[in-house]
C-alpha cells in the first residue's frame, strides 16, 4: 500500500534559521507530490507540488522542495525561517491510476523561537 | 469564487444527537472528501466521492453517512453522535483524482458531551 511518512512530528527552529521538513513516499510508480501548510485555526493551503520535470520546485513563501527518486522523498526548505511560517505542514502523495484521494503525512509541526 | 465552504464552524452536541456538517464548492469539481483532524493523528479519510451519486469509504467511516445529489455539496452525517467523534472535520474538493490540488476548507469544529 501507498504510504508518506513525515518522520518529525515537531521541529523547533529559532526566527531566521534555516529549515528542512522531511517527507519519504512509497509508491510503486513515480508519485505526484504535494506540501500544503495549516496555519492555526485553518483549513489546509497548498504551499507547492511536484509532476515532473526539474527536481527542485518553487512555491509561495520562499519555499522550496527537492524530489529525489533515490532516497524516496521529497524534503521542504527554507532558507529563513520567520515567525510567521508557524504551522503545520503535510506532504501528500498521489499517482495516475492510483487511489481518488492523495495520501497524506501525518504532519510535522513547526515552531519557531523569536 | 468561494472555494470551498462549510458550516458551521463550531458546533457542541450531545451524545446521540445526530447532525448534518455542511460542505460546498463552487468549483466544479467532481472530487471531494471529507477528513479529520485528531492530534497526533493527522489528517484521517472518512468517506469521498467521485461525482455526483457516487461515494465510497475512506479510512474511519463508522458512525458517518454521506451523500453527493449535485457536484457543488457533500454533507456529513452523523447519526448518533459520540464522543469519539469529537474532532475538528475538512472537507476538500479537486478537478482530477489523486495527482490534483486538494482544495480544502476552514473546518468545523465538533465537541460531542
Known amino acids: 500500500a501507498q504510504s508518506v511518512t513525515q518522520p518529525d512530528i515537531h521541529i523547533t527552529v529559532s526566527e531566521g534559521a534555516s529549515l528542512e521538513l522531511r517527507c519519504n513516499y512509497s509508491?510503486?510508480?513515480?508519485?505526484?507530490l504535494f506540501w500544503y501548510v495549516q496555519s492555526p485555526g485553518q483549513g489546509l493551503q497548498l504551499l507547492l507540488k511536484?509532476?515532473?520535470?526539474?527536481?527542485l520546485v518553487q512555491g509561495i513563501k520562499g519555499f522550496e522542495a527537492e524530489f529525489k527518486r533515490s532516497q524516496s522523498s521529497f524534503n521542504l526548505r527554507k532558507p529563513s525561517v520567520h515567525w510567521s511560517d508557524a504551522a503545520e505542514y503535510f506532504c501528500?502523495?498521489?499517482?495516475?491510476?492510483?487511489?481518488?484521494?492523495?495520501?497524506f503525512g501525518r504532519g510535522t509541526s513547526l515552531i519557531v523561537h523569536p | 469564487n468561494a472555494g470551498v465552504t462549510q458550516t458551521p464552524k463550531f458546533q457542541v452536541l450531545k451524545t446521540g444527537q445526530s447532525m448534518t456538517l455542511q460542505c460546498a464548492q463552487d468549483?466544479?469539481?467532481?472530487?471531494m472528501s471529507w477528513y479529520r483532524q485528531d492530534p497526533g493523528m493527522g489528517l484521517r479519510l472518512i468517506h469521498y466521492?467521485?461525482?455526483?451519486?457516487?461515494?465510497d469509504q475512506g479510512e474511519v467511516p463508522n458512525g458517518y453517512n454521506v451523500s453527493r445529489s449535485t457536484t457543488e455539496d457533500f454533507p456529513l452525517r452523523l447519526l448518533s453522535a459520540a464522543p469519539s467523534q469529537t474532532s475538528v472535520y475538512f472537507c476538500?474538493?479537486?478537478?482530477?483524482?489523486?495527482?490534483?490540488?486538494?482544495?480544502f476548507g476552514p473546518g468545523t469544529r465538533l465537541t460531542v458531551l
Open positions: 476538500a474538493s479537486s478537478d482530477r483524482p489523486s495527482t490534483d490540488t486538494q482544495y
Open positions: 509508491y510503486g510508480a513515480t508519485p505526484y
Open positions: 511536484y509532476f515532473s520535470g526539474d527536481t
Open positions: 501528500a502523495a498521489g499517482y495516475t491510476g492510483g487511489s481518488y484521494i492523495p495520501t
Open positions: 468549483m466544479n469539481h467532481e472530487y
Open positions: 466521492s467521485v461525482g455526483a451519486g457516487i461515494t
